[in-house]
């Protein structure tokens, strides 16, 4: 294997576990409510955000740097359903909808004002930026991190709504929120939880991008935020799993697009991401791991 | 062991129940019989916490204290005994049969206890038993039914409320389920309030019986008055 497709598949795995992580919340909170929470992808930009106030403040070692940021996603995500959502309970769809909306252009303009509009270049911490060799390409260690992490994140959270009794909830409120009342199972806390665990993921994404690309600002969640949703939609909406693979498919494309394609047509490579969402969804509307209206009824 | 007096109910604009008085004995089998919108569903979804309270007096008394259901959530009348069996079944099809029962049990952090109530249903339902694993939305309407009851029951309930547990059901079937229903009254004295269209068998069953027309308790009386009252026949009982 030549080490620019080494080097090449290191980067989509990177780019596609990234996707995969915000993807995953997207999922999650769909699949409970079937709310499709447009202010997700700047859970994200408030990660990156957190990543580099504690870098700058100087005093966070850093082993502990991951779990502040995870803790921090997890309360704004929380927070973002105590405040935007809450309050329209039982509301019809459409309204969570303008919600979710509001909630993503509040945060934007919220940072563009505290933050500043001009985006900021930090450096990571030395440890997260070695560099290594594997198999004569050079890659950086941060781009076989993320993978690891995310494939870490995606089979715990896999085994905690497969196997215990929350997550068995979860599955039982997705399919039918009236029986999962009268089992006592209260709606509410779950929903507040898959809002913060999503967030939490959003973080953590938001932390990696950060220490990836080396430069954040405050719109920085709206285009990967944009681009996770559809990885949740070529996957099916609503399954983990379809999540994870559809963020996956969309990080090797766009990196394949780029890596491969002539440079003069590089800089369209989201219209050809874009492209290739149309064909998926042509050919299965439901998505890779959707099940379609009528195996659901 | 339930006391309603009273009970008026709004849903939307309309006035679904409008004076609603009720009791129900501990141990005892209590059924609500009337035609389809008299009321008896919301009776039910009230008695749960699902719906709010335009005015009138519930207290479920569990021997060791008198509840107001008025101002108790849905999640702490499911802890204090009040189980809802819901109109059709309601079982959760993409989940295993073991998850639905153990969702049954999802207040209970007696884990070992759950274990127990949940093999000794298997042993009442070996069917149930043997598919454990597989998807409840592959078991038959009355397998399903089987299993909605048994979620029900491990959840051990002071008072069982059953929504219309012969809906769709074959009547040898339904007869199945009823059969099943008196035993455990019987032997497990658990208290049960059964909203059913199918009338005679509900009279037979019930120690106690109402009947609702237009959001009224209209009649009441034994199971077997109710059978043997001209009236309930003609309205009720009586062919076509």
């Not at chain 1, 390409?137 to 929350?166: E, G, N, S, Y």
């Not at chain 2, 008896?40 to 008394?61: H, N, Q």
Request: proline share 4%.
């Amino acid at each position: 294997m030549s080490d620019y497709l080494i080097q090449q598949i290191v980067n989509g795995l990177s780019l596609g576990s990234l996707y995969a992580l915000v993807a995953i919340g997207f999922s999650l909170i769909y699949g409970v409510i079937r709310l499709v929470n447009f202010a997700h992808g700047d859970l994200m930009m408030i990660g990156a955000y957190m990543t580099f106030g504690l870098v700058a403040s100087g005093v966070v070692p850093w082993v502990a740097l991951p779990l502040l940021v995870v803790a921090g996603g997890f309360a704004a995500g929380g927070l973002i359903e105590r405040v935007a959502f809450r309050s329209i309970t039982g509301a019809p769809m459409i309204t969570g909808f303008i919600v979710t909306l509001s909630a993503s252009i509040a945060i934007q303009n919220l940072a563009l004002i505290f933050l500043g509009s001009q985006p900021r270049n930090f450096n990571f911490p030395e440890v997260f930026r070695m560099r290594l060799s594997l198999g004569g390409a050079d890659v950086a260690l941060i781009d076989l991190v993320i993978p690891v992490v995310t494939l870490l994140c995606a089979l715990a959270l896999t085994t905690f709504i497969r196997k215990t009794r929350v997550g068995i909830a979860i599955r039982a409120v997705a399919e039918n929120p009236f029986a999962a009342q009268l089992m006592g199972i209260s709606i509410g806390r779950l929903v507040f939880l898959v809002f913060a665990v999503g967030g939490a993921l959003a973080a953590l994404a938001g932390l990696f991008w950060s220490g990836k690309y080396g430069q954040i600002n405050p719109l920085m969640g709206f285009l990967p935020g944009l681009k996770a949703f559809l990885a949740t939609i070529i996957g099916g909406v609503g399954s983990l799993p379809g999540a994870i693979v559809g963020g996956y498919i969309l990080g090797f494309s766009e990196i394949a697009f780029v890596g491969f394609l002539p440079s003069e047509y590089s800089g369209y490579r989201d219209a050809f991401v874009f492209g290739l969402l149309i064909l998926i969804l042509l050919v299965r509307p439901q998505g890779l791991f959707g099940e379609s209206e009528q195996e659901r009824a | 062991m339930l006391r309603v007096e009273d009970l008026h109910v709004t849903r939307g604009h309309t006035k679904v129940l409008q004076g609603i008085d009720l009791t129900v004995q501990a141990g005892e089998i209590a059924t609500l019989i009337g035609a389809n919108g008299a009321g008896k569903t919301t009776t039910l979804m009230t008695l749960s916490g699902l719906l709010p309270v335009a005015s009138g007096l519930l207290e479920l008394d569990t021997g060791h204290g008198t509840i107001d259901i008025k101002r108790t959530k849905a999640v702490d009348l499911v802890r204090a005994g009040i189980v809802h069996c819901p109109e059709g079944r309601q079982i959760f099809g993409r989940l295993s049969i073991e998850e639905n029962l153990y969702l049954g049990a999802y207040l209970s952090d007696d884990r070992t206890r759950v274990a127990k109530a949940i093999s000794d249903l298997y042993e009442q339902f070996p069917i149930l038993g043997e598919r454990r694993a597989m998807k409840a939305g592959n078991l038959s309407g009355g397998e399903q039914m089987m299993l909605a009851i048994g979620r029900a029951l491990v959840a051990e309930p002071k008072l069982l409320l059953l929504d219309e547990p012969s809906l769709g059901l074959a009547p040898q079937i339904t007869e199945e389920i009823f059969a099943f229903l008196e035993e455990l009254n019987r032997e497990k004295d658990v208290t049960m309030l059964i909203v059913e269209q199918n009338a005679m068998l509900a009279l037979e069953l019930a120690d106690r019986a109402f009947v609702m027309e237009n959001g009224r308790i209209v009649l009441n009386g034994t199971g077997k008055e109710l059978l043997d009252d001209p009236a309930v026949f003609e309205a009720y009982l009586g062919v076509g």
